[in-house]
């Protein structure tokens, strides 16, 4: 199939996108800046520019495609002000639509990138796909769209499906910023670090997102993650203690709020607990890591170079 990919050069879209066409899939890749997508084109990728604000610069591509992959976000930098929120929940909110009715009318297939904090209220428990949404802030969007997809694939037939990852990491993203903090001393816990992240490395995600354009359900959410999940402080300090720094000190919440922004912070202190056994049974995906302790071996050469250069 020939798939465009959104967000094609961002962390979980580069590795949807080598993913596919390590599959034999032809990725048409759609970016805001093609000199990122350098490496996507040298191993096969076709490029397309555009914007998420410019719906002209990507409906029309639907129509030179089979299937759509979703995965471009506004990249927010700084404090999460309720301005960037809005901001970034609305550009979703536009392409989104856009691209789901072009697919509905279309016959194509659409797969929307969503994650797990929309189930970030449910403390310790472990929670399967058919639990209620209850978001946190920064993922109100992402279930907004669920919500709406899934309307759209019972009353128009759009063949959606719905991939949430936990907490994706890997040699880039947030987990190389936080490594690089760490090694500079500029790295604290908020709070006590005593809630839970389900884990999934970026590879193994790319790898889910193929198998669900091959056999995924339309209609279906699929949640991503390993079988071990991590309290955040025990996340942070397995990675201190691998580039060879002290356990981090804690930060009140309310400072990290003014600084940050409630949103984030309440995002990073949410806790989730997901399954990922629908995955495995009806995608057939088998994660290469089935754990961060697995994976971290292979990451800490990168981050300590790049802590060291940056």
């Given at each position: ?45 076709a ?48 392409m ?67 991939v ?15 490594a ?10 908020i709070?006590?670090g ?36 991590m ?31 409630p ?19 009806e ?12 994976a ?15």
């Amino acid at each position: 199939m020939r798939v465009l990919v959104t967000g094609a050069t961002g962390f979980v879209g580069r590795a949807i996108s080598f993913a596919l066409l390590r599959h034999g899939h032809g990725v048409l890749a759609f970016v805001r800046d093609p000199e990122k997508a350098r490496d996507l084109l040298s191993a096969g990728a076709a490029i397309a520019r555009g914007d998420m604000w410019q719906p002209d610069t990507y409906v029309p591509l639907v129509a030179e495609v089979d299937a759509v992959i979703h995965a471009a976000q506004i990249v927010t930098k700084g404090r999460f002000s309720r301005v960037k929120i809005v901001e970034m929940h609305v550009s979703d909110a536009q392409m989104t639509a856009a691209v789901a009715g072009a697919c509905a009318d279309q016959g194509k297939a659409f797969i929307y990138t969503s994650g797990a904090l929309t189930h970030a209220k449910y403390g310790g428990e472990w929670i399967e796909e058919t639990a209620t949404a209850r978001p946190c802030l920064l993922a109100h969007g992402h279930a907004e769209r669920e919500a709406e997809l899934l309307e759209m694939h019972r009353d128009r037939g759009l063949k959606a499906m719905i991939v949430s990852p936990g907490f994706v990491y890997g040699p880039g993203g947030f987990l190389l910023t936080t490594a690089k903090m760490l090694q500079r001393g500029r790295y604290r816990m908020i709070g006590r670090g005593d809630n839970f992240w389900s884990l999934v490395h970026v590879d193994d995600v790319g790898e889910a997102f193929a198998l669900a354009l091959e056999r995924g359900r339309p209609g279906e959410c699929y949640f991503l993650a390993d079988e071990h999940p991590m309290l955040r402080r025990d996340f942070i300090n397995a990675v201190a203690a691998g580039l060879g720094v002290p356990p981090v000190g804690n930060a009140p919440a309310w400072l990290m709020k003014l600084l940050a922004g409630p949103a984030l912070v309440e995002a990073l202190t949410s806790s989730f607990r997901v399954r990922a056994d629908k995955a495995h049974r009806e995608l057939g995906w088998t994660p290469r890591y089935e754990s961060f302790a697995a994976a971290l071996p292979d990451l800490l050469p990168q981050f300590r170079s790049e802590g060291s250069s940056g």
